[in-house]
């Protein structure tokens, strides 16, 4: 199994305050992903990471920013959360990014609950 | 805009009994498919994959077959186990950084 924890496992929240996950893994591969799953529409990229400060926007970004400072570490900021973003938080890894030709590996994820 | 799409919420099947969990795209930029397994409180972990130059892909009891005029791509598993149940999710990229997923479809397979 590839070396991905996330953290915390399990978070309830109110809306309006902010809420850190964190994904560590010790693969040392270069790219690192958080997604969302919702019922009825899979898993949705949220914003990734090609390198250390190195980032972009994914399929949903917005209400969400995101920070590596450090190869092993990527951490999904919900600045001031909503009951919208209530949902299941994968962190997913690749060495190359050449998601074409390489499958990425998943952590257990993070179930966040706003209330 | 659900680029990939997997119609079919469930399928439940009988223990030696052949799975096919079917799967199907818009985009025709897509070039490479996968399968994820994911059981209850885990990621999805990878389960086998397809490019757009082949057809057919093959590992044990998996089989991925692709069908690129249709844009259909279904997942076979024979004989199906009871430890194959489990959520299958599908997915597509093509040549960039842009990995999109159907939203699953839940197995059951039955002793």
């Known amino acids: 199994d590839a070396g991905i924890t996330q953290s915390p496992r399990h978070k309830v929240t109110e809306t309006g305050t902010p809420v850190t996950l964190r994904c560590h893994q010790t693969e040392n591969h270069r790219y690192m992903y958080w997604y969302r799953q919702d019922p009825g529409h899979g898993l949705r990229l949220i914003h990734y990471s090609y390198g250390v400060k190195d980032t972009d926007k994914g399929e949903v970004s917005d209400g969400y920013s995101v920070s590596r400072s450090k190869t092993e570490d990527f951490l999904l900021t919900l600045e001031s959360a909503t009951s919208s973003q209530t949902s299941v938080y994968f962190c997913a890894i690749s060495e190359t990014g050449q998601l074409f030709q390489e499958t990425q590996y998943f952590g257990p994820g993070t179930r966040l609950l706003v209330l | 805009d659900q680029q990939v799409k997997q119609n079919s919420p469930s399928l439940s099947v009988q223990e030696g009994r052949i799975s096919i969990l079917n799967c199907d795209y818009t985009?025709?930029?897509?070039?490479?498919f996968l399968w994820y397994k994911k059981y209850p409180a885990e990621g999805p972990t990878f389960l086998i994959s397809i490019s757009s130059i082949k057809d057919k892909n093959e590992d044990g009891r998996f089989t991925v077959f692709l069908n690129k005029s249709a844009k259909h791509l279904s997942l076979h598993i024979v004989p199906s186990q009871p430890g194959d149940s489990a959520v299958y999710f599908c997915?597509?990229?093509?040549?960039?950084?842009?990995?999109?997923f159907g939203a699953g479809t839940r197995l059951t397979v039955k002793p």
């Open positions: 985009n025709s930029m897509f070039d490479y």
């Open positions: 997915a597509a990229s093509a040549n960039n950084n842009d990995m999109r």
